[in-house]
């Protein structure tokens, strides 16, 4: 497994790299001159279950604003660094515990190098990332355009420069918004280094095809053992990719916690509003501390039969239901009352 043996990077108050757990990013859509709106928005996505927060910094103001923003909020926070080196040191002397950068468009080495002094002086890690649609020219008429392979050594590139002037505290993502090539330039990347990766597909679209294309592309991504850190790049409120990242992490097994609401097709047999029905229990379960699987099924043959592996669970049937629990039937509720019964079974869970 390659994250296994990847480098572990200290992030603030996190670890990523060296079979840590894989840990979940965003990045705000405020401005980052707005503390009040930028720390609002930070502690929400922290109760969503973000671990590590990006703001972009494009201004001075923006760069002298971390340092108020840090003092207000829990976790991690990432500086993101495009065309002015000056920003890259402001942003580090106002807090930021990472920068991210892609020094192919910060300029002269002499800029880099000053970025990458900065970030020793205060043992600051640099994530270096690079975008298909940011490769250079040389690369792209070498491979014919935009390639895996394009991307890769454009990183590995980028990494070296840094690594010559001696510094090896670094993340690398490697994005595209086409889900094979991110898959495969990530298995390439993972065995030519041992830096940790940020995982990720890029402009991946909205809440719909943005999490459709994001679930299959980190999917494969990290079923492979690659990707040390991820974030779900939606078009939206950053709170749906905290949802969606962790749904992925817990489907492959690489995050434990929350519950997770599994519900039936509807078909002809269904005699409850069963669409709603599910909506409201993956909602009513959102903020219990619990590691379980409830099942909302559509009528008594998908009931505790199907869900037999669930924990708890709902059946409808015509104006009432079966409340369930691992398989045995605990009683009959009217429909109307089924949300109350599961929530009061889950409410009495652990007494």
Known sequence: MHRDHTKKIRIGNQVIGGGSPVLIQSMTNTRTEDVQATVAQILELERAGCEIIRCTVPTIEAARALAQIKKQIHIPLVAD???????????????????????????????????????????????????????????????????????????????????????????ISIKSSDVLMSVKAHELLAEKTEYPLHAGITESGTLWSGNIKSAMGLGLILSRGIGDTVRVSLTGDPVEEIRSARLILRTLGLRKGGIEVVSCPTCGRTRIDLIGLAGRVEKLVEDYPLDMKVAVMGCAVNGPGEAREADLGIAGGSGEGLLFKKGQILRKVPEDQLLEALKEELDNWNR
């Open 81 to 171: 660094i495009h065309f002015d080196y000056q920003m890259a040191v402001a942003a580090m002397e106002n807090g930021a515990d990472k920068i991210r950068i892609n020094p192919g468009n910060i300029g002269s080495p002499d800029k880099v190098r000053a970025v990458v002094d900065t970030a020793r002086e205060r043992n600051v890690p640099i994530r270096v990332g690079v975008n298909s649609g940011s490769l250079e020219k040389g690369l792209l008429e070498k491979y014919g355009g935009v390639t895996a392979e394009a991307i890769v050594e454009s990183a590995l590139e980028q990494v070296n420069l840094i690594e010559e002037w001696g510094y090896d505290n670094i993340v």
